[in-house]
């Protein structure tokens, strides 16, 4: 059974850092693209981040988080990473892992086979 488990959400203040953590279990994802996507309760889900296989040398981070947030991966742990700096109030939002993308990454890399149980992410003022 395909398992992703998002895990380093919780409350922090704007201008803070954190650092989710995505960890995949019952496949191997090195040869598929990863991603993350968030959504705010009314609104669409959000495609945010995504790295590429092949030593993650391509990526995508929405205007809305480049320059703040970096994505990475470890295959050797069969992990996802999610970087996030300088936290702006409008970043909250449930956070979703996601790998094995369906389709272009253009305009942005938005549907994937395999979805995580979200972390919350809130970021007070």
């Known amino acids: 059974q395909v398992q992703l488990v998002e895990s380093g959400g919780g409350l922090v203040q704007a201008g803070e850092s954190l650092r989710l953590s995505c960890t995949t279990s019952?496949?191997?994802?090195?040869?598929?693209?990863m991603g993350w996507s968030r959504q705010v309760p009314g609104k669409e889900r959000e495609p945010i981040a995504a790295?590429?296989?092949?030593?993650?040398?391509?990526?995508y981070l929405a205007d809305s988080v480049k320059g703040r947030f970096t994505i990475s991966r470890d295959d050797a742990k069969n992990q996802i990473y999610l970087q996030m700096d300088r936290l702006k109030p409008e970043d909250t939002a449930v956070y979703y892992c996601?790998?094995?993308?369906?389709?272009?990454?253009?305009?942005?890399?938005?549907?994937?086979?395999?979805w995580g149980q979200g972390t919350q992410v809130t970021v007070s003022s």
């Open positions: 996601a790998a094995d993308l369906i389709g272009s990454w253009y305009p942005a890399p938005r549907d994937f086979n395999y």
């Open positions: 790295i590429g296989w092949s030593g993650g040398s391509v990526s």
């Open positions: 019952g496949r191997s994802f090195k040869m598929h693209t």
